[in-house]
T-cell receptor, first 108, second 114 residues
Framework: QKEVEQDPGPLSVPEGAIVSLNCTYS??????FMWYRQYSRKGPELLMY????GNKEDGRFTAQVDKSSKYISLFIRDSQPSDSATYLC????????FGTGTSLTVIP | DAEITQSPRHKITETGRQVTLACHQT?????MFWYRQDLGHGLRLIHY???????NKGEVSDGYSVSRSNTEDLPLTLESAASSQTSVYFC?????????????FGNGTRLTVT
């Protein structure tokens, strides 16, 4: 079983839609959770960083962690064409474990 | 602004050749990492270093080596390139030791082994 699983998509939504991206993980001991955004031909950039359970909001982005279900989510409100990218979840155990990424396209 | 620079951005090499990918960071971070990114596998750790003269193997280290002679640089060497090493390689750094320290990535080197 992989440490983290992520639906690869691709996901295509109209501009202004609410986007939900999700990952599941296997080890309940994990406590640090991150979301990275990766534009085509670029390196991943840190988008959100959360510790333990709960929600964290930053502008149009909300990261949610449900430790009881071992489930993490990233919500994007009022999605924009500039949000078109691949989103990677990452979980920190004794090393970083990355999801395979979800490709998102926001159509104007 | 501080950054991580990887070179070259693209490289084509032949099977059996030795290849070195460069990584230079100006964050003054002690911790540096090399990952490879492949479809269906996500990012996988190759090698990492927590400081000068320190190097450690990651989950996919076979066929790769690194050396750390200063804080800024962590070159990745493929001793004898194989087609299975065709991939996109990312260098990253982090400010403190421990997996609660988020990674800062370079823009990658796309390597093709023919």
């Amino acid at each position: 079983q992989k440490e983290v699983e992520q639906d690869p998509g691709p996901l295509s939504v109209p501009e202004g839609a609410i986007v939900s991206l999700n990952c599941t993980y296997s080890n309940s001991a994990f406590q640090y959770f991150m979301w990275y955004r990766q534009y085509s031909r670029k390196g991943p950039e840190l988008l959100m960083y959360t510790y333990s359970s709960g929600n964290k909001e930053d502008g149009r982005f909300t990261a949610q962690v449900d430790k009881s279900s071992k489930y993490i989510s990233l919500f994007i409100r009022d999605s924009q064409p500039s949000d078109s990218a691949t989103y990677l979840c990452a979980i920190a155990g004794n090393q970083f474990y990355f999801g395979t990424g979800t490709s998102l396209t926001v159509i104007p | 602004d501080a950054e991580i620079t990887q070179s070259p951005r693209h490289k084509i090499t032949e099977t059996g050749r030795q290849v070195t990918l460069a990584c230079h960071q100006t964050w003054n971070h002690n911790n540096m990492f090399w990952y490879r990114q492949d479809l269906g596998h996500g990012l996988r750790l190759i090698h990492y270093s927590y400081g000068v003269q320190d190097t450690n193997k990651g989950e996919v280290s076979d066929g790769y080596s690194v050396s750390r002679s200063n804080t800024e640089d962590l070159p990745l060497t493929l001793e004898s390139a194989a087609s299975s090493q065709t991939s996109v390689y990312f260098c990253a750094s982090s400010p403190w030791t421990g997996t609660n320290s988020p990674l800062h990535f370079g823009n990658g080197t796309r390597l093709t082994v023919t």
